[in-house]
């Protein structure tokens, strides 16, 4: 016999978080890393703004690179060009 199906109300989760915060109830990141496909490709006027948006929300160069999927040197490197 198999058990009913839980509605997600009475469903218990296991809130394990990731590398970026031990609880994903306490991410300081504004979109989860996970809900970023690694290998979308983002425009670059696209990517830039986002890198823009989060340095202003206070975010590190780990932290954007982890959401956006590319290395932090890729930050880094974006960032520079953005304040030439």
């Known amino acids: 016999m198999t058990a009913p199906d ?3 109300e009475r ?3 296991r809130d394990t978080g990731c590398d970026v915060a ?3 109830l306490r991410c300081p990141l504004p ?3 996970y809900d ?3 290998r979308q490709v983002l425009r ?3 990517r ?3 890198i823009r948006e989060m340095t202003l929300a206070g975010l590190s160069s780990v932290q ?3 959401v956006l999927g590319i290395s932090v040197r890729s930050v880094f490197r974006i960032r520079r060009e953005m304040n030439a």
């Open 36 to 38: 970023v496909p690694a």
């Open 31 to 33: 979109v989860c890393r």
């Open 64 to 66: 954007i690179a982890a």
């Open 6 to 8: 839980r509605v997600p």
């Open 44 to 46: 670059a006027s696209d």
């Open 22 to 24: 031990p609880a994903c």
């Open 48 to 50: 830039r703004e986002r």
């Open 11 to 13: 469903t218990h989760f």
